[in-house]
């Protein structure tokens, strides 16, 4: 392995960069690590019976967005009728 | 515009979100789309494979063009570091999501669709509603990324040798209405 490529090499390059490419890219992982936990638990709830309204409630957003986001998501993979 | 997809259609989405997984990219461009209509069945991968575009072979172009142009096949390792960066151990959230919800529930990063991917699924779109087809099959989904020619599915077609007006016609002479 290069030192180019070692984890901790990158780790230490990223937290003592003043680079703003370095912390928005931090921003847009982080972004994406949401996106995926919501997608888990959205799918754990459904699965265990919660309504759209309660998910929504629960996330703070209207039924309308929770359902528009995973209700097609759920059916294109299956996961609900 | 997913739900208007057919089976074999979103079949071959989820085909081409395995390639990227599998050749460690972290996007599913029309290169992936491309791979995945190779492996399914459908007017697509028919016209395809006649046209003598194996999967190996386009799957091998794939690899080393993107290579060539520096693309990273790590499996998304900087999104893993970035969050490691800021304190955020990606390793020990899947491990317990593995455990609590099963493998494969949670998956970290999951490949996003390029903006040309999603152009040629919007052309998909187009052309099954041009021709009269009320769902978009595999063969609207060739016709999308065959259309999107700044993809590089087009730079693999063409290292392929392969014409994309002729596979235009392959297909649209296979498809029938959905």
């Known amino acids: 392995m290069s030192a180019e490529e070692s984890p901790a090499a990158d780790l230490v390059d990223q937290v003592t960069s003043k680079d703003p490419a370095v912390g928005l890219q931090a921003v847009v992982a982080l972004r994406r690590l949401l996106e995926e936990l919501e997608r888990l638990h959205v799918d754990n709830a459904r699965d265990q019976g919660w309504t759209w309204q309660s998910i929504a409630t629960a996330l703070h957003v209207s039924r309308q967005s929770v359902h528009e986001k995973h209700a097609t998501r759920r059916k294109t993979t299956g996961k609900e009728k | ?178």
């Open chain 2, 1 to 178: 515009m997913f739900e208007r997809f057919t089976e074999l259609a979103r079949r071959a989405v989820v085909a081409a979100q395995d390639a990227a997984l599998s050749m460690r990219h972290d996007f599913i461009g029309t290169e992936h789309l491309l791979l995945g209509l190779i492996q399914t069945a459908g007017p697509a991968g028919e016209a395809l494979r006649e046209h003598g575009v194996e999967p190996a072979r386009a799957r091998e172009t794939t690899v080393r063009l993107l290579a060539e142009a520096g693309v990273p096949a790590t499996g998304g390792q900087a999104s893993k570091d970035a969050l490691a960066s800021i304190g955020i151990d990606v390793a020990e959230i899947q491990r317990r999501a593995d455990d609590t919800f099963g493998p494969g529930a949670f998956r970290f990063p999951r490949p996003p669709f390029t903006l040309r991917a999603k152009r040629a699924m919007g052309l998909a779109l187009g052309s099954a509603t041009a021709l009269g087809h009320e769902r978009i099959d595999t063969g609207h989904l060739l016709l999308g990324v065959l259309a999107e020619e700044e993809g590089v599915a087009g730079d693999v077609l063409r290292a392929l040798d392969e014409d994309a007006a002729t596979l235009r016609q392959a297909v649209l002479e296979r498809m029938t209405a959905v």
